[in-house]
């Protein structure tokens, strides 16, 4: 047994009586209260979800491992000669709460250098999808064209215990998280590159062996590295994550859930909206014909945006309520790398705008920019400006929070989801209202 496998089993182990210790003593204590609107409006801020993973404080942003963004990275074994950490160290500081040190690390990055390789049935699949499906409906795909490969499907025919349930579980969350960059890489080479796969190279770690295959340059595999961690984990109530935990948690393998998720991912109030903001900048940016855009000018296209209907991609979110962090590390990064880029002032010009526009709108709770306003610059800097494949991205990063969340699921033997539902006329009743 590999020893990030072993440290996991015996934290697993350690952990387990603290929930049967509180289903058993304290199953009846309330932790939350339901309101109508609550019931109505998404069960927003309903506390009815457990992770040890991330958790997010509304003003503070995402904590991964009790690890605020800067600490994370600041933490992490990096890659030598680069500047961003191993996402392989990240896999297991997610796993096991600890940082690894960069002995372990490289031990995870062989470990995943086995399991890289992915059948040639899933690039057929790719290969027999039209050309014009979107990078997602492809990405999906190709993940759930993989289920026959589930070690957790075949040891359930087989039949094992409860308690066993974790480690099939970690098997195919490996091996289905080790070859996500390869799938990615092939979609983008295929769709927009004139169907020109390059070859993983063995001897890179995650992050540089996506970039390799992207046929992208340094500091592309930094970049590679940073966005995937940044997009990895956002507890676990929003929808990619939710749908991730809620589809396994009928036993469905990680190849069917982790599919689930990214159909999730692929909605315009979710991930897409990492395309939604470069549609939205390069339309307004044709609009404007070659003249340098002002505040003025934003402010006007951010209002019709509004009137006619349409929310402002990339800004807002339902849990946060103030500038996402994730947002942050990026726009540091342009700072750093890219601060002349014009696109990169028409992005910073409507961080300073949106908000305000947004405010006097009076609508959004938060104005803020969340995660995906600053992603596509970054991006297209370095050459992906097929934004449709974006969201690909963040799904790749998606993964590791997300998988990270199943192995401790069936670890911790966390039950099927099922809420319960209720009727309108109940809830009529329910707030007094007499028919
Ligand atoms: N532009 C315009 N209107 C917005 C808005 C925005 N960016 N953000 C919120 N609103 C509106 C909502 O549509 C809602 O309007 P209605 O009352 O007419 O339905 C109202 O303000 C209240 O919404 P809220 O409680 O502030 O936000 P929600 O929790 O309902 O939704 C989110 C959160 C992210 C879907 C929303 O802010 C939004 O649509 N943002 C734009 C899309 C986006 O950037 N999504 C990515 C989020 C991060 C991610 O998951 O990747």
Redesign the pocket.
């Known amino acids: 047994m590999s020893t990030l496998k072993n440290l996991l089993k015996k934290k697993i182990e350690e952990f387990r009586p603290r929930i049967t210790r509180l289903l058993k003593e304290y199953g009846k204590v309330k932790v939350d209260e339901v309101t109508i609107e609550q019931v109505i ?2 069960a ?1 801020d309903v506390k009815c979800l457990v992770t040890d993973i991330s958790y997010l404080d509304p003003m503070e942003g995402i904590r991964f491992r009790g690890k605020t963004i800067p600490e994370t990275f600041a933490a992490l074994p990096k890659v030598p000669g680069c500047d961003q950490p191993f996402v392989e160290g990240f896999w297991w500081m997610m796993l096991t709460g600890e940082v690894p040190t960069m002995e372990q690390t490289l031990e995870v990055v062989e470990d995943f250098r086995k399991r890289r390789q992915v059948p040639q049935y899933v690039f057929d699949v790719l290969r027999a999808l039209p050309r014009d499906c979107h990078p997602m409906a492809m990405f999906s795909a190709a993940i759930v064209a993989m289920q026959r490969e589930s070690q957790f499907a075949a040891k359930y025919r087989e039949g094992m215990k409860k308690t066993e349930y974790w480690d099939p579980m970690y098997e195919d969350a490996c091996n289905l998280l080790a070859k996500l960059p390869a799938i990615g890489a092939y979609i983008y080479r295929m769709k927009f590159k004139c169907d020109t796969p390059i070859c993983s190279d063995p001897k890179l770690d995650f992050g540089g062996d996506f970039a390799h295959m992207m046929g992208i340059g340094k500091p592309y595999d930094d970049v590679a590295r940073m966005y995937f961690i940044l997009h990895s984990d ?1 507890e676990s109530g ?3 994550a939710h749908t991730i935990h809620l589809v396994a948690s009928a036993l469905s393998d990680a190849f069917y859930a982790v599919s689930a998720g990214m159909n999730g ?1 692929a909605g ?4 897409l ?2 395309e ?2 470069l549609r939205w900048t390069q339309n307004f940016m044709a609009k404007l014909g070659g003249q340098e855009p002002t505040e003025e000018v934003i402010r006007k296209a951010l209002w019709d ?2 009137n006619s209907g ?10 946060l309520r103030k500038t ?1 962090p994730r947002y942050m590390a990026q726009r540091e990064f342009c700072l750093k790398h890219l601060p002349d880029y014009p696109l990169f002032k028409v992005i910073s010009m409507i961080f300073k705008v ?1 908000p305000q526009v ?1 405010a006097e ?1 009076g ?5 803020w920019p ?4 600053q992603s596509g610059v970054i991006q297209w800097y370095y050459g992906v400006t097929e934004y449709s494949f974006y969201t690909v991205l ?1 799904g790749i990063g998606r993964a590791i929070g997300t998988l990270a969340n199943l192995v401790w699921d069936r670890g911790l033997g966390y039950a099927l989801e099922r809420p319960k539902s209720v009727t309108t006329a109940m809830l009529e009743e329910a707030a007094g209202i007499k028919q």
């Open positions: 409006n998404g927003r956002h929003n929808v990619s991912l315009p109030l979710h991930g909206a990492n939604e903001v945006t509004l349409q929310v402002v991609p990339g800004f807002g979110h339902a849990v996402d949106a947004l709108q609508k959004a709770k938060n104005p969340n995660v995906d306003a963040f």
